[in-house]
T-cell receptor, first 113, second 116 residues
Framework: QKEVEQDPGPLSVPEGAIVSLNCTYS??????FMWYRQYSRKGPELLMY????GNKEDGRFTAQVDKSSKYISLFIRDSQPSDSATYLC?????????????FGTGTKLQVIP | EAGVVQSPRYKIIEKKQPVAFWCNPI?????LYWYRQNLGQGPELLIRYENEEAVDDSQLPKDRFSAERLKGVDSTLKIQPAELGDSAVYLC??????????????FGQGTRLTVV
């Protein structure tokens, strides 16, 4: 079993829809939780990070962490065609005096105009 | 401010040949990472530098991969000899110093390697 599980999709939604992207994890040592967006043939770009359980909002994006269930989500409101990309969750756990990151496999999202 | 710069963007080589990738991180970023991303997968860490010191190279296949970060700025990643399974995108990232530095990693556009 992988430490971080993410549905690869693809997920196809109409413009304006609310999108829900999710990851589950098994390592209780994960402390920080990030969401990256990766456009085709580009490097990942950090969207948001959270530390504790609860919600964090940034514009149309809301990150949610439930440590008791080992489950994180990213919600995108009023989705736009420009949101079409692969979304990667990533998590940090202490390792050898540093934080070690583990990425999910990514969910490919397509927003249809 | 310039982002993380990688070169080349694309590279096609025959198996058993050597190849090298170059990365220039964001100015002032002490931490530099090299990742490998296979098709349909998330990035996997190969090596992490704090300034010029490699602090985590546990996932670097040391029989054929090597890396260096002279003077704690630019870095190169080398594969010699390349194998078909090395075909992937090689990403470089950098982050600032600090407790939450790892949450703020900035990625370059990557080098897409194809081994034929």
């Amino acid at each position: 079993q992988k430490e971080v599980e993410q549905d690869p999709g693809p997920l196809s939604v109409p413009e304006g829809a609310i999108v829900s992207l999710n990851c589950t994890y098994s390592n209780s040592a994960f402390q920080y939780f990030m969401w990256y967006r990766q456009y085709s043939r580009k490097g990942p770009e950090l969207l948001m990070y959270t530390y504790s359980s609860g919600n964090k909002e940034d514009g149309r994006f809301t990150a949610q962490v439930d440590k008791s269930s080992k489950y994180i989500s990213l919600f995108i409101r009023d989705s736009q065609p420009s949101d079409s990309a692969t979304y990667l969750c990533a998590m940090l756990a202490p390792s050898g005096g540093y934080q070690k990151v583990t990425f999910g496999t990514g969910t490919k999202l397509q927003v249809i105009p | 401010e310039a982002g993380v710069v990688q070169s080349p963007r694309y590279k096609i080589i025959e198996k058993k040949q050597p190849v090298a990738f170059w990365c220039n991180p964001i100015s002032g970023h002490n931490t530099l990472y090299w990742y490998r991303q296979n098709l349909g997968q998330g990035p996997e860490l190969l090596i992490r530098y704090e300034n010029e010191e490699a602090v985590d190279d546990s996932q670097l296949p040391k029989d054929r991969f090597s890396a260096e970060r002279l003077k704690g700025v630019d870095s190169t990643l080398k594969i010699q000899p390349a194998e078909l399974g090395d075909s992937a995108v090689y990403l470089c990232a950098s982050s600032p110093r600090g407790v939450r530095g790892d949450t703020e990693a900035f990625f370059g556009q990557g080098t897409r390697l194809t081994v034929v």
